[in-house]
């Protein structure tokens, strides 16, 4: 049975950084795209990044682009979201998220279906 599992999440203090990983177990196909998502308490589900496995696009919304990176490791089913220059505002839930279908983008989270349970990521200032 498909697994998707985050690591990395944690406190830190406003500029600082924190690497996110998640690990797919229980396949042996490669997700034809990633996608990390955050909902903060009273907030919808916000997608932060996103990438396609075999054509490596990236995709970041403008609150987090230039500070997030996402980075695919396909022999190993593992993507990881590197967090730089950290705001209070990036306090939220982390969710790793993936789909198998062809032709997905992974950045809408209705239209993808697989997730983790999430990890905590809290900024302070």
């Known amino acids: 049975q498909l697994q998707l599992v985050e690591f990395g999440g944690g406190s830190v203090q406003t500029g600082g950084s924190l690497r996110l990983s998640c690990v797919a177990s229980?396949?042996?196909?490669?997700?034809?795209?990633w996608g990390w998502f955050r909902q903060a308490p009273g907030k919808g589900r916000e997608a932060v990044a996103s990438i396609s496995t075999t054509t490596g696009r990236e995709n970041y919304p403008d609150s987090v682009k230039g500070r997030f990176i996402i980075a695919q490791d396909n022999a190993k089913n593992t993507v990881n979201l590197e967090m730089n220059n950290l705001e209070p505002e990036d306090s939220a839930m982390y969710y790793c998220?993936?789909?198998?279908?062809?032709?997905?983008?992974?950045?809408?989270?209705?239209?993808?279906?697989?997730w983790g349970q999430g990890t905590q990521v809290t900024v302070s200032s």
């Open positions: 229980g396949t042996t196909y490669r997700p034809h795209c």
């Open positions: 998220a993936a789909s198998f279908r062809l032709g997905a983008s992974c950045s809408n989270a209705a239209a993808t279906p697989n």
